[in-house]
């Protein structure tokens, strides 16, 4: 059973950074595909981005050139690096893991079989 726990969250000013953390646990990390999402009061689910076994990487347009995923397979542990954030990038984000995840559709989160509990970032004005 894969078990994901996200942690990093916080509240800052827009124009600010954050780094999100995701400890993986019970599978082997380095084969899972990974991926960020977050969901807002009121909004669908919606992926951020993502990466693949290999480290290939997928982005929001939203969110491209403002943040970076990435991998350490040594310490289990998944990033999301936010950069310039902005009030609209207000939401619960959460980290997701699948064994395979069918090329095109690694910002899809029915693509993601495993989830964790969220982390919360808030970007205010």
């Known amino acids: 059973q894969v078990q994901l726990v996200e942690s990093g969250g916080g509240s800052v000013q827009a124009g600010g950074s954050l780094r999100l953390s995701c400890a993986v646990s019970g599978y082997i990390y380095g084969n899972l595909y990974m991926g960020w999402f977050r969901q807002a009061p009121g909004k669908e689910r919606e992926g951020v981005a993502a990466i693949a076994s290999d480290g290939s990487t997928s982005y929001a347009y939203s969110v491209k050139d403002r943040f970076t995923v990435s991998r350490d397979n040594a310490k289990n542990t998944l990033y999301l690096q936010m950069n310039s954030l902005k009030p609209e990038d207000t939401a619960m984000y959460y980290c997701?893991?699948?064994?395979?995840?069918?090329?095109?559709?690694?910002?899809?989160?029915?693509?993601?079989?495993?989830w964790g509990q969220g982390t919360q970032v808030t970007v205010s004005s």
């Open positions: 997701a893991a699948d064994p395979y995840v069918r090329a095109g559709l690694h910002l899809i989160k029915g693509s993601y079989g495993y």
